[in-house]
T-cell receptor, first 117, second 110 residues
C-alpha cells in the first residue's frame, strides 16, 4: 500500500494494557500528525511532529505518548487508557509548512479503530 | 484557539441538485482552508482547498468560496450524484494545526 499506512487497523485493549499504534508514510513528507476521531465530535489534533521534533501537544493526557524516530514513522504508545479513549485514531503527513509559510495538504492514513474495555 | 463551525450537520438532496455546506472560523491569521470527504469506514480525503490569496476555486462539480472579511467559506457541489454521499469536513489552519468542523453528512438520493 502506498501513501500513509497504519497498523493495526483494529485494536481492543483492557484498561491495564500497553499497546502501540504505528504509522508509516511513503510520500517523502517531513511532518506527521496524530488525530482522534470520535462520534459526534470534530477531528481533534493530538500531536504534531515536524522534522522529527514535536511542535504541538494539544493538552493530551500523558497516557498517550508519541514517538517519531524518523520522518517516515510515527508511533502512539498507549497505557492505562479509559473507555472514553475508544475512537478512531488517524495519522496524517504533509510537507513541513516552513516558518511563516503556507500550510501544505495533509494526507490521512486509514486509521486504527481502538476499543478500550 | 481556533474555532470552526460547520452547518448543516446533515443534508439530503436529490440527485442532480446542488449542495452547499458553510463554515465559519475565528482565527484571522488562518490562511489555508481544506475540505475533506470521508466515506463510511474510510479515511478523510482532500477534495479541494483554498488559500487566503483567492476568493474562489473550482474543480469540475466542486467549488469553494472564501470571504476573509466575514471569516466564512463554503463548499458547493453541483449536479450531485449518489457517490457524493459521505461526510464532508471543513478545516482552517492555525499554525501547524488544522482545526476541523464537526462534519456534514450528505445524502444524495436517486
Amino acid at each position: 500500500e502506498t501513501g500513509v499506512t497504519q497498523t493495526p487497523r483494529h485494536l481492543v485493549m483492557g484498561m491495564t494494557n500497553k499497546k502501540s499504534l504505528k504509522c508509516e508514510q511513503h510520500l517523502g513528507h517531513n511532518a506527521m500528525y496524530w488525530y482522534k476521531q470520535s462520534a459526534k465530535k470534530p477531528l481533534e489534533l493530538m500531536f504534531v511532529y515536524s522534522l522529527e521534533e514535536r511542535v504541538e501537544n494539544n493538552s493530551v493526557p500523558s497516557r498517550f505518548s508519541p514517538e517519531c524516530p524518523n520522518s517516515s514513522h510515527l508511533f502512539l504508545h498507549l497505557h492505562t487508557l479509559q473507555p472514553e479513549d475508544s475512537a478512531l485514531y488517524l495519522c496524517a503527513s504533509s510537507q513541513d509548512p516552513q516558518s511563516g509559510g503556507a500550510p501544505d495538504t495533509q494526507y490521512f492514513g486509514p486509521g486504527t479503530r481502538l476499543t478500550v474495555l | 484557539g481556533e474555532n470552526v463551525e460547520q452547518h448543516p450537520s446533515t443534508l439530503s438532496v436529490q440527485e442532480g441538485d446542488s449542495a452547499v455546506i458553510k463554515c465559519t472560523y475565528s482565527d484571522s491569521a488562518s490562511n489555508y482552508f481544506p475540505w475533506y470527504k470521508q466515506e463510511l469506514g474510510k479515511r478523510p480525503q482532500l477534495i479541494i482547498d483554498i488559500r487566503s490569496n483567492v476568493g474562489e476555486k473550482k474543480d469540475q462539480r466542486i467549488a469553494v468560496t472564501l470571504n476573509k472579511t466575514a471569516k466564512h467559506f463554503s463548499l458547493h457541489i453541483t449536479e450531485t450524484q449518489p457517490e457524493d454521499s459521505a461526510v464532508y469536513f471543513c478545516a482552517a489552519n492555525s499554525g501547524y494545526a488544522l482545526n476541523f468542523g464537526k462534519g456534514t453528512s450528505l445524502l444524495v438520493t436517486p
